[in-house]
């Protein structure tokens, strides 16, 4: 068999996350990273991996079947996917809702200029959550979708309470309303807030001499991030959030509940979950099949851009169509 | 827009089911019913349907774009599949496990030699519960599934409660024991023996004069269908039973927990759950959303026998993959 060469261009927790799902997948050979940082101050974790310069990506083409494109979709992925993807098939997890639609344009317009294949947008949300709501909402047209996150770590309220003036660190979860979930588990279709879904719970190691009450009324009070939600603060020392908050778990549910009959007088309900230990990882295993997929359909003769929602499942699988049908129909 | 003209052999509770499914789907159109009883007899829900005996078939090859096959797996499908996949674009629900492979290859024999589309297999198990297993081992390769149906009515179970002698009626409930399914949500992976993963409760209306005992005796019993289960059996009146137990729900879950890491340490906990209040109508929404990915792949020049494995996710939604990109990725 020969093996399906994989790069990865930024190696963070994602692309640490991708290196370890490699390892878990023996149609796939993690071949190259490629930095930009000083590749000499790089050791992976995999023997044998050759570590390069970003800026020598274009030179090793002919070396790799996939790039993973491992950064932020804030200022990284924008840039880099459109312009790797003439170059490379690549896979990213850009996850910036509302700009998917001009990312896939700008992507699409490179992949196809170079005859190669983009996946876009892979991961848990978007990736296998957008799955669950598609699917859903194919089968059941009459009905509503709900999406929970949490309890996980959100990143991005995470940063935003450190840039506050008098904090050392901190780290946010999201945890969604029992009350909600129970009422959409239950089929009820409630109307629900901003605030009657999500709360968020903060945990903050202040500087020293620090206005330990100006710093609650900044977060609580911060729009889009929190002045929407019902937000608890705590305050802790650096010794228990290194103990007690330094893994990455997240989460959440996709519901969706519809009805069917002669007058909707059936009621049914779709959930999707995870329980992630460890939100780099799971997501870097997405990534990792979404490679595979990507180098099958580039095989075909496939190229442009596509999401998950373009691809036939059984591509994200190592086994036969064959075996598949046997053992997982 | 020109509609997906449909059309529905047998007039049961799942060709029920699938026409109300398509008053659902605009794009969709109900043209023709088939049924081998007396078409004169046929009332369908839907205004304007014509109703042809199944024998006429073949004369209205053009007039339907889809034709989906609403009998049974047992008898029905694995005659009517090959011998209709030649001259339609077929959709079908075989739902025994074990012979899906032999199915598959004489419906796709069928399909390429008329030049069709067949998707066989459709529904929620096989079907949504399928998916759910291929996506989860995909992302998750290192890792373990389990499958719990119900708390739902298993028809064949019913079915072989009342061939015993002196019961009149009966309706049986598979339902997952709580607490095996509370250790796999955990991500314990446990070993679980039949009994341990379901328990069996039966409710069964006895003939005047019957043997209460012996009836009881024979159902807990009864290889294959009881005998490996904890079992209950609770006798009650026609008059309870057609009030209180008249519904076909069903539904289950099926989960996978694996892990990653350097040395697995970080569990994962992917779930897929269903909550019907009607079995019938929920698979009939499937086959409808089947049917309309028939017919583009068919319109794309695609043949053969394929699964929900082979589509892409999209082919299932009304809506354009702007539209899908757009609001639910």
Redesign the interface.
Known sequence: MTKTRIGILGYGNLGR?VE??CR??DDLELTALFTRRDPAQLKP?TEGVAVYAADDLAAHAGDIDVLILCGGSANDLPEQTPAYAGLFNVVDSFDT?AN??AH?ANVDAAAQAGGKVAVI?AGWD?G?F??????A??????GRDYTFWGRGVSQGHSDAIRRIDGVADARQYTVPVPAALEAV?N?ENPELTTRQKHTRECFVVAKEGADQAAIEKAIVEMPNYFADYDTTVTFISQEELDRDHAGIPHGGSVIRSGA???NG??????????????NP??T???LV?CARAAHRLSQEGAVGCK????????Y???ES??D???H??
């Open positions: 996350g370890l799902a878990q997948n974790l809702h998917i639609p896939f947008s978007p296998m957008s799955l669950a709501r598609l699917y909402s194919s089968v059941l047209p009459e588990r089929g069917t009959g002669e007088e059936h009621t049914h309900v779709i959930e999707y979950s995870l329980k992630l230990d460890s990882e799971f870097g295993s997405v099949a999401t998950l929602f373009d691809i036939p499942p059984a994200l699988s190592a169509d064959e598949l049908r046997a997982l129909l």
